[in-house]
Every structure is written in structure tokens, then in C-alpha cells.
């Protein structure tokens, strides 16, 4: 019985983050932040009592209140998690039936595959030099009369050129999605990224800094999406008498809820450690000939996901995969973000990726990209370890 | 900002099991089961510790090595949901896009939306007199060249017709998928349920006897189907080189699969009480003219997930409706489930229910069904109103 779970219990142990306590020194790429367990159990024992334990509890109601300020978007709505947000954002526009949503092939397979299972075709096209976002001028080379939207990422928490997109996506009466899963808390000139476009998805992934284990959260500049949202997550139920709509099930229960509310009063610390975290990253690798770390530009507000550096193998001497290597010999486990892209997937591997270069930047991004540890658990010892991996 | 809200949580107030305690006296038609807080303390110390959240952790194998146990199934496989469950068991069988699936009106949202949202199409058929599941001569009669698999489902803890509707499926080269969801623990002369059919789908949602909060099953016959399984849950990584096919985010957390673990110990018990409950309400309402009791037949054993009456108005005098009403008065909450069928809903609206009789029964049953409150919860004084209201 259950012969296989072994095999994939191996598997999938290489996908989540491990423990960093004293008698584990390995230090891994993610750490959940999680809140005081006394702190929970208030809020435990209120829901037992309530015995209100999910579809719209109170906790839930807060939580998105909550999210809503933060974020100064009049819609959002939280969800079990970013690929049902990302479903169901997909399903608000009412995209025709096979239509192709344009996407990059540089990010988290649950971009693609949101798309897919909505029974539309993604389309690949390249990613920009400058921050591996998507290319604009690669998006509009991409468009068809079979285009309905576009899908773009703030990929490692790097801001796409919305000016850009927004403009070609009214050009073409497009619809313009952004998955946000690695940009929560971001801002662009001031204004923030939740209110892009016509909707955002953020990831609230037990590897992102804001998260409830599980979740997500959907966002829209339009409060009149809020109902329409509703309906796709509760299964098109108005009320006991009415059902008018397709919809699926992404509730989020009161646990989550609450442990969402107790994260979102230590998310601004833990982000500020990761900020003072990113500057030593940059002190210690600043100056290295083949290392190109990903600057923050002066209009952004940045969510403090990753911490990327880019291996140009020519230069350097070494390739990304030498150096990551080189580090988990010293228990220092980065990360290929977001290798393999989506046109390596066995199921996508027939689809090109449409550039207006000679060839596609992202095939050479993508064996240069390398997430570090970046966390508040990354000491001054790891950074010397880095710093000595890196320098040799 | 978020100006809907509030009309959407008076709405959705309607759908959530509510408090018993002493303050409030209202008895609902369910009511969670939930483990000690003491108890599950002690899990999240252990999770807290591990910092291993979700992806697959220790509690979510070993709740999922019990169920498969527990309910002799080979394949047992946990989701955030039981909606997101019934939509990998359709992918499961990589069913042609736009084909017809057979299925019941009589049931949750989810059967019919999670067709709809895989880009599949629900074709309704009418139910059996004696126990409100899909009738097979009806699915027989709505078999055309389009068609690629039924849906059934053990309504209320009802039990399909298994013999006549594998039968067909055989016959007629169909995929036979159930939809489990009231049916956890079931035996059918003597072998689980979990083992019937290509796949079953639970739900675990607070609303079910067995629950995680929200949750859900994917039972099959066949170890094999675990990888193509684990892959739709999990973005169809097979591990960190590799993406092999289309998935999607249909993982628990761990502390979901802690309550699990807590809340099997207590579900025995539980059902025992709800059996002794069901014998109580047999007392009180058998020999009422026009009342129908939903009996358990010998070769069954029951998950007490529901109880169910019928009322027939022309006998009884009265309607289901007067009678809802009527609790509703004295603070018992009984629901109409599963009112209104999905062929009453405005995105189905336009479907025929195909049917052998010259009316669709169902369109009959609809109007007398009624769920009355079942769990541990009810006491004699309630049982002793329920009597009154009913006998007048």
C-alpha cells in the first residue's frame, strides 16, 4: 500500500524549507516566518469557542480588511492559495475558450498552469535584461487575434514596466494580470503594485515573507470586482436560495486567517532585517567580476523576497551551478530560481519563446540565476561562507 | 473601500455552521468536530519546531497512510479541498476537452463546477425514488458518442447503485468517478467505498463529520494512479529538475493534517453518537403519515453524515418548507440541502434533466427534502421539540 509515497516523499523533501536549529546547520534559501504559538492559541481558543472554523469567518473578514489598507487596494480577497487566486483571476476577465494568455517562461510553473487548466494556451515570450521581467517589446511581437491577455510576473520581486504593458494592453484590448507572489508589500512611485493592472495575485506560500502557510490573494483597483470574486471562490453561491455563477472553492479557513493576522504585525521587521540582510549580501559580492547583483531602482519599494545574483560563466570563470555546488558543500542551500523555465517542462517543451532577439535572453538568464539565503536566520558566519565561496 | 463586504458576509452568515453554547440556544444542522486545544498544541510545537509547514510534511504522510488504512484503499491522497480534489480525479482520466460528463443535479455546487471549470460538460439526469442517487437507467438513457464519464454521488450518505452504474461504465467504455463527499467511512457489503469506481473524492470541510476544516480525499483502487496524483496536486514537479505535466496547488498544511490526525480519533466515536441519534429521530418521526425516513439498508454501513426526512405535502398537509419554518421558529435550523439542484442555478439553467419517467423525479424530491441537525450536539430537549413541530 501506498508504495510510491517513499519515492515521493524523497522528491518533494528538495522542495521545502528545512529546520535551521542548532543541531541542523544547514541554512536553507527560505525560513518560514511563523508567529509566537502563545499568540495562536488566543486566537485558537476564540475559534473553538465560535465553532466558526471557515467560508467567511470573522478572522478571515479582518484579515483582508487588514491586507486591504496595507496594500491601498479597495479589492482583495484572500485565498487557500496563489494557483486557485491566480484561477480564479484568470476566470474574472471571462477569457474565450482557448484563447492565448502571453506569459514568461521565467517563473513558477503555477503561472503557466493556471492558465492551462483554464482550458487557455500560454504563450512564452522573452524576459528583459534589465530585472528578467517580461519584455514588452517581446509581448507585443507575441499578439495574434487569438491573444485575450496578458499575464506578467514580478518575478523575483522585480518590478515589471507596467507603463509599457498597460499601454500595449490598451493598444490591443487586452486584459493585464499580474502574478504578484513575490511582491508583496511593493511599491512602484509611490503607488502600490496591488493596484496594477486589471487584477494582482500575491502568494502567501509558507516560502514567501507574508504567509499563512498556504494562501494568496487576489487584488483589483475595481471594488465591483469584489462580488464577482466572491462568487468564483464560493462556488457561484449568492445565498441559500441562489446559485448564479460557475465557481470553484478557494476559501481560507480561520487558522490561517489568524496566523496571517499575527504575520502581518512582524511582517515590516522581518522585511527590514532582510533589507539590512540585503545590503551585506551587497558589500560582500559588489565588485566581483561575473557577478551581477540585481539593484533595486530607486522607484521601488521592494518586498524583500529573494536576494538574486546572476553568474556570467565567461567572466567569472565558474558557472551558477559550480557556485552552488561549492556552497552546499558548506550546507549553504541555494536556489536555481525558476529553473527549469516553463519551455523546459516536458509539457510545454514544444512551445517557443518569442523575442525580438536573435536568441531568447531568458535561455541565457536562466543558467545564470541564483536565489541566496535570505532570511533574518542568515548569520555574519553564512555570510562569510558566502562571501569566501564566492571570492575563493 | 471593500464596500460589499458586509452584504457578503450577511450572505454568507446563512451558510456557516454557528455556535451552540449556552448563550446562544440556536441548534444548527451541524456542527464541527474539533480536537482539544491541548492536544493540538502539542502537534504545533512540533510543527513550529520542524519549521516544516506544508510541501508534503511528516503529518500530512502519516494522516494520509491512516486514511488509506483506515478506509482500505490503496491510493488515499489529501487536498486543501474537496472541489480541488473532484477536479484532479477529472483530470485524472485526462477526459476529452468538452466532453460530456453524467451526473446528478441533486447534489453540491462543487459536482457540477468542478466539470464547468475543467472545460468539461455536466449532463444531468434524474435520481432513484428509493434513495435519491443517480438513477442508472437515466445515464444510460443520456449516453451519447460525447460522453466520457459519470460522476456520481452517494447523496447524503446514500450509496449509488455501484452494480448497475459500473455495468454501464464497462459497457459503454466510461471513466465512473464518485463523488464521496458525505460518504466517508462507508462500506457497501462490507468493502469501503473509497475502492469503488476508477476514483473517490471526500471532503473534509467542517460541514463533514470528518473534517480538517476544509480538506478533501482522492481515493483510488489503483496504487499506480499515486505519482499521476501527487504531480496534479503539486505544479507536476517531479523534483527540482524536473516539471513533467500540467498540475496545479491542491496540497494541505501541516497543521490541517494535525487537527486530521486528532479529529480521527475522535470520528468513531462521533458517529456512534450520531447513529444512537438517528435511531431517536426514527422513534419520533416513523408512522408519521407523509413523512419519509431515509433508512439505511442492511448491506450499508452508514457515515451518519446527514439525516434526512421527506415530506410529502399532499399526505403530510403541510410542506417541507412550512416545516423549516416552523423549527426556524423554536431555533432549530434545518437546510433544505441540496436546494436549489444544479438545474435551478442561472449558469445551468438551460439544461434538461434527462430522465426515464415521464417527470424527472428529482424535480418531486427537490421539494420535500430536509436535513435536520445531526451531530453530537442535539439533546433530548431538542429532539422532544423536533417531535412536537413535527406531529403538531
Redesign the interface.
Known amino acids: 500500500?501506498?508504495?510510491?509515497?517513499h519515492a515521493?516523499?524523497i522528491?518533494?523533501?528538495?522542495?521545502?524549507?528545512?529546520?535551521?536549529?542548532t543541531a541542523d546547520s544547514s541554512l536553507y534559501v527560505s525560513?518560514?516566518l511563523?508567529p509566537d504559538?502563545s499568540r495562536?492559541?488566543e486566537y485558537?481558543?476564540q475559534i473553538?469557542?465560535?465553532?466558526?472554523?471557515?467560508?467567511?469567518?470573522s478572522l478571515h473578514?479582518e484579515l483582508?480588511?487588514r491586507l486591504?489598507?496595507k496594500l491601498k487596494v479597495?479589492?482583495?480577497m484572500l485565498f487557500?492559495?496563489?494557483?486557485?487566486g491566480l484561477?480564479v483571476a484568470l476566470k474574472l476577465f471571462d477569457l474565450p475558450?482557448g484563447s492565448d494568455v502571453i506569459t514568461t517562461p521565467m517563473t513558477?510553473?503555477?503561472t503557466a498552469?493556471?492558465i492551462?487548466?483554464?482550458?487557455l494556451k500560454p504563450v512564452f515570450v522573452d524576459v528583459t535584461e534589465d530585472n528578467l521581467t517580461i519584455d514588452p517589446e517581446a509581448v507585443e511581437a507575441a499578439i495574434t487575434a487569438n491573444t485575450s491577455a496578458i499575464l506578467a510576473v514580478h518575478c523575483y520581486g522585480c518590478i515589471c514596466d507596467h507603463e509599457a504593458l498597460s499601454a500595449i494592453a490598451r493598444k490591443h484590448r487586452l486584459k493585464l494580470i499580474y502574478d504578484a507572489a513575490h511582491a508583496f508589500g511593493s511599491t512602484l512611485n509611490g503607488q502600490s503594485i496591488a493596484t496594477l493592472g486589471g487584477a494582482s495575485v500575491f502568494s502567501f506560500?509558507?516560502t514567501k515573507l507574508f504567509n499563512t502557510?498556504?494562501g494568496g490573494l487576489l487584488t483589483s483597483p475595481n471594488?465591483a470586482d469584489?462580488?464577482t470574486i466572491?462568487l468564483l471562490r464560493?462556488?457561484?453561491?449568492?445565498?441559500?436560495?441562489?446559485?448564479?455563477?460557475?465557481?470553484?472553492?478557494g476559501?481560507l479557513?480561520?487558522?490561517?486567517s489568524a496566523?496571517g493576522l499575527l504575520n502581518l504585525e512582524l511582517f515590516e521587521d522581518e522585511r527590514l532585517k532582510r533589507r539590512a540582510l540585503r545590503g551585506r549580501y551587497l558589500e560582500i559580492l559588489k565588485g566581483i567580476d561575473g557577478v551581477i547583483v540585481q539593484e533595486t531602482p530607486d522607484n521601488v519599494d521592494n518586498s524583500e523576497q529573494y536576494f538574486l545574483v546572476r553568474i556570467d560563466p565567461l567572466v567569472y570563470g565558474k558557472t551558477r551551478d559550480d557556485l552552488k555546488v561549492a556552497l552546499e558543500a558548506k550546507k549553504i542551500y541555494a536556489r536555481?530560481y525558476f529553473?527549469?523555465i516553463?519551455t523546459?517542462?516536458?509539457?510545454y517543451r514544444e512551445y517557443p519563446i518569442i523575442s525580438v532577439r536573435e536568441r531568447p535572453y531568458v535561455e541565457k538568464a536562466k543558467k545564470e540565476v541564483l536565489c541566496l539565503p535570505f532570511h533574518s536566520g542568515v548569520e555574519n558566519r553564512h555570510l562569510q561562507i558566502v562571501r569566501d565561496v564566492f571570492r575563493r
Open positions: 500500500m501506498l508504495g510510491n509515497n515521493l516523499k522528491a518533494s523533501q528538495k522542495k521545502t524549507p528545512k529546520p535551521n536549529n525560513r518560514p511563523l504559538l495562536l492559541q485558537l481558543e473553538w469557542a465560535s465553532q466558526w472554523v471557515t467560508n467567511n469567518g473578514i483582508e480588511k486591504s489598507n479597495p479589492t482583495a487557500n492559495n496563489g494557483t486557485i484561477m475558450s513558477f510553473a503555477a498552469h493556471s492551462s487548466w483554464n482550458g506560500h509558507a502557510l498556504e471594488a469584489q462580488e466572491y464560493n462556488f457561484g453561491i449568492r445565498d441559500e436560495e441562489q446559485v448564479v455563477s460557475v465557481g470553484i472553492n476559501k479557513n480561520e487558522v490561517q496566523i536555481k529553473h527549469p516553463c523546459d517542462y516536458e509539457c
